[in-house]
C-alpha cells in the first residue's frame, strides 16, 4: 500500500498556534464509520454522542519538562536535547540539535554546569543515547532547566505549564502530550460521568514514534518505535463488563487506542487482563480492532501513521472526505488543534 494514498492538501495556516483555545471549546467534527456522514458541533457537546453503558478510556501519562538548552563542553555552541525515554542509570534516548555536530563522546552542559551529559550512541536522525552527570536529584534539576517539549510550530514559551498537560495526566514519563485530551475539563468529565458513563485510564508514555516521520514508500514497511504502556487489572476488568453489555469502548487519542489494541492483541481478542510493557503496534487500513469501538482524536498530518491509524477505523475514504471538508471549514490541525469524533 503506497504511502501517497495518505496524501491531502493542507494549507500551513491550518496547523494550529497560539493563542491556544480553552479547553472544551475546540471545534469537533464527528464523523459516522459506517455510512461517512458528518456533522460540524463544538467539543462540550462531545456528551450528546456518548450512551450509558459505554467508557472512555483516557492516557494518563505526564509529560515532563523534557528539552533542555545547553552547550558543547569543548566549543560553547549552542547545543539542544529532548528527552524521550529513560532507559535507567541516568541513560537517556534523546533527540539533539545540531544533529551533525553532536556525535558520539561530545559533552553537553546545561544550567552553568549544574547538569551535563555524555553522548555514548548515535542512531538515525538526531537519536542519540546519554548519560548524564550531576549532584542532586535529577527530576528536580530538571525541573528547574527543562522546558516543555512543545511542538515545533509553536513558537512562543509556554508560562503556564499546565496547559500542555491534560487535567487527569498522573504518571510522568512523556516527551509529548497527549493532545486529545487537552479538549477535556473536570467539569466535562464530571458531566460525563453523570450521564452514566464510565471513565477508565491507561498509560503510554509518548516517545520517538511521535516525532519520527514515514520515509517509507510502502506504507507496510514502516516500523514503529517502541513506547511504554500500562494498563491495569481495574481498567481491564471494567473493559470487559463494557463489551458484556454491549457498551462502546471509547478511546481518547491514538495513544489510547494503541494501548488498547496492543492489550486486545495479547489477549487474542479474550476478556482482558493486567498488562504492561513496550508496544511499537502500526494500525493501519486492513487491521482488525480487537478493543477500540469508537475514538476521539485530534486531525493529523498527511500521509503520518495516525492518518493510518484512523482511516483504519473510519475507512480511508470516508477520513479523506472528512479531512477535505475541516480544511475547506478551517478546522485548526494537530496538537493544539480541533477535535474528531469516530463512532
Known sequence: MNVDLYDFDLPEHLIAQTPL??????????VNKVDGALSHQVFGDIVNYLRPGDTLVLNDTKVI?????????????KAEVLLLKALGEDRWEALVKPGKKLKKGS???????KLSAVIEEEGEMGARVLSFSYEGIFQEILDSLGQMPLPPYIKEKLDDRDRYQTVYAKHEGSAAAPTAGLHFTEELLDRIRKQGVDIAFVTLHVGLGTFRPMTVDRVEDHV??????SLSQETAELLNETKRRGGRVIAVGTTSCRTLETVGNHFQGGLLRESSGWTNIFIYPGYEFKVVDALITNFHLPK??????VSALAGRDHILNAYKEAVERKYRFFSFGDAMFIY
Open 304 to 309: 503520518s501513521t495516525l492518518v493510518m491509524l
Open 224 to 229: 514503529m518505535h517502541e513506547e511504554y504502556y
Open 107 to 113: 559533552v553537553i552542559t546545561f544550567g552553568d554546569g
Open 65 to 77: 519538562p523534557a528539552r533542555l538548552f545547553g552547550s558543547k563542553a569543548d566549543t560553547g555552541a
Open 21 to 30: 483555545p480553552e479547553r472544551s471549546s475546540s471545534r469537533l467534527l464527528t
